[in-house]
């Protein structure tokens, strides 16, 4: 333990966080010690986003293949090879991993050390056999799969995002507790591909968005063959022959589910333990390590950000929170979140988008103080062309038009939401989006006329038209 290093900002964790400190502090003069226990790229890259998103797309794929009669295009019967859409998913992170590897970083400058980093006082810590000294830690550990601890658990083979991306065989039925993002992006992912899937849901599936918008998804999915079960508690599950059953109540009913494969999506754990936080003098709960709006520790010079910190777990977040502490640490700025325009997108299709409030959040807030807007797909021309009718999209602003949220569900909904993380981020009103030109035919007219739609009772209203027919008088 002679070997000590002394570095400007010691990053623990090489996921979308971690890299994006310290490629950026790296790059802006800074010594960098980057340390990572597992695969560089974390979640995102490996468990997460990319093979979640990488499956879907072929799920999509086979979808789109099954449907296609429908443009005059006819297909054979459609086969899928359950284990090439998984080499479609390793290709795909395969592509994406040189991006985050040790070579990159160590080119850009850093100091990579591939072990598992403990703190051992409050401004040092030791990895892989070495002492590092730094005058500034980030920790960005992640989360993991937090599996409840229902009643014979142990006694099955079960899924997480851990390990369902290994998995190389089409489960004859996949049972999913959790109908949560990861739950329904695996759910109709498997559907789509081959498998009979249950999804089983103690509380309503997407819970954290706009019920409206979240039916279209509930109709969409059970109308492909999806079996949920919600408000359903999971009282046991057990092993019967190679099968797994899954014995829940609901309405006061037991009932039993058979299948062949059991993923567990019911949430995440910050990965505060066996880090030596409380050497470090940095409070923390199983819910996560504490930190201030500038993403401060209670020890000051340790920031912590994305999924450990028990906040909104995404990784456009964990980025976001990356460049408030570089902000901090490199530039002594004081800067801080603002949660105010946070979008996220489920990845089913449709897809589901949400920034800001949502509905039931503005009335929470604002009480009948708030005017609601909606557009439906099926009313574009290119959701038409492209038979993608199936949505709508719906805009919460102030009575004077202040935009406090927006939620798309349907076809690119991720791709449309943008426009309106900028419009709530910069505090425009709905008038900037009624008055913006939109190239036809596309999607994102969508949001061109539901900011008109706003417009529409007072535009041609008998006031206006009155005054219209008035001015008209004068030639
Ligand atoms: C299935 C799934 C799909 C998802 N899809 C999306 C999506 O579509 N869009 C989206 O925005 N988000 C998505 N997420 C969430 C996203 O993956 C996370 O929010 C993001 O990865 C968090 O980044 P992070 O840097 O906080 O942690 P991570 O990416 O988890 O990185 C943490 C790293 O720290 C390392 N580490 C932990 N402890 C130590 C230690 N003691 N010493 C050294 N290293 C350590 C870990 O090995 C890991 O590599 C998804 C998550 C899952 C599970
Ligand atoms: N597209 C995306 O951006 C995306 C995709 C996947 C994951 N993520 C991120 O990862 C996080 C974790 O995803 P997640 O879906 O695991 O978690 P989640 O917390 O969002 O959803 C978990 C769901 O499981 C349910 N649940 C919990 N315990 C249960 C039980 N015993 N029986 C039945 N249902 C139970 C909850 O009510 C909830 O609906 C998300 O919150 C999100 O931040 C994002």
């Not at 395969?94 to 070579?103: F, K, R, T």
């Not at 504490?290 to 340790?302: C, E």
């Not at 456009?316 to 105010?340: E, Q, T």
């Not at 900011?451 to 009155?466: C, D, I, N, Q, V």
Request: hydrophobic share 40%; with cysteine; aromatic share 6%.
């Amino acid at each position: 333990m002679n070997d000590i290093l002394k570095t400007d900002i010691c990053v623990i964790g090489a996921g979308s966080g971690g890299l994006s400190v310290a490629a950026g502090a790296v790059q802006m003069g800074a010594d960098v010690v980057l340390i990572e226990k597992g695969k560089m790229g974390g979640d995102c890259l490996n468990t997460g986003c990319v093979p979640s998103k990488a499956l879907l797309a072929a799920g999509h794929a086979a979808e789109n293949a099954r449907t296609a009669s429908q443009f005059g295009v006819t297909t054979g019967p459609v086969s899928v090879n359950f284990a090439g859409a998984m080499d479609h998913v390793h290709s795909v992170i395969a592509g994406i991993a040189p991006h985050d590897s040790v070579d990159r970083f160590e080119e850009l400058g850093c100091t990579v050390i591939q072990a598992k980093a403990c703190f051992t006082g409050p401004n040092e810590l030791i990895a892989g056999g070495k002492r590092i000294i730094a005058k500034r830690f980030v920790i960005a550990t992640g989360s993991r799969a937090s599996v409840p601890p229902i009643d014979g658990i142990d006694s099955v083979a079960y899924f997480t995002n851990e390990t369902i991306f290994e998995n190389r065989t089409c489960p004859d039925h996949l049972i999913v507790i959790g109908g949560g993002p990861i739950g329904l992006e695996m759910a109709q992912a498997h559907q789509q591909l081959g498998a009979k899937v249950t999804v089983i849901e103690m509380s309503t599936i997407l819970p954290k968005d706009d019920t409206d918008l979240v039916a279209v998804i509930r109709k969409t999915v059970e109308t492909e063959g999806i079996s949920l079960y919600e408000k359903a508690k999971t009282k046991r599950v057990e092993p019967h022959g190679d099968q797994i059953r899954v014995i829940i109540e609901r309405d006061g009913t037991d009932i039993t589910i058979e299948g062949s494969h059991l993923l567990i999506a019911t949430g995440r754990k910050p990965n505060v333990e066996n880090l030596g936080l409380d050497d470090a003098g940095i409070d923390y709960s199983p819910r996560g390590i504490k930190v201030d709006a500038r993403l401060r520790t209670s020890n000051r010079k340790i920031f912590a950000i994305g999924d450990v910190t028990g906040g909104l777990q995404f990784t456009h977040m964990a980025g976001y929170d990356a460049g408030i502490v570089i902000r901090n640490i490199l530039f002594r700025l004081p800067a801080k979140v603002d949660h105010s325009a946070v979008p996220w997108v489920t990845f089913t299709s449709p897809e589901l988008a949400q920034v800001g409030l949502n509905e039931a959040a503005a009335r929470e807030k604002f009480g009948n103080a708030i005017r609601v807007v909606t557009w439906d797909y099926a009313e574009n021309d290119r959701a038409r062309a492209e038979a993608k009718t199936t949505g709508f999209i719906k805009v919460i602003t102030t009575p004077r038009g202040k935009i406090l949220g927006t939620g798309i569900v349907g076809h690119q909904a991720g791709e449309l939401i943008g426009l309106w993380s900028l419009a709530i981020s910069r505090k425009m009103k709905i008038g900037a989006v009624a008055g913006m030109i939109a190239p036809y035919p596309t999607l994102g007219e969508i949001s061109k006329r539901v900011a008109g739609a706003w417009y529409t009772p007072s535009l041609f209203s008998e006031k206006t038209r009155k005054i219209v027919r008035f001015l008209l008088k004068f030639g």
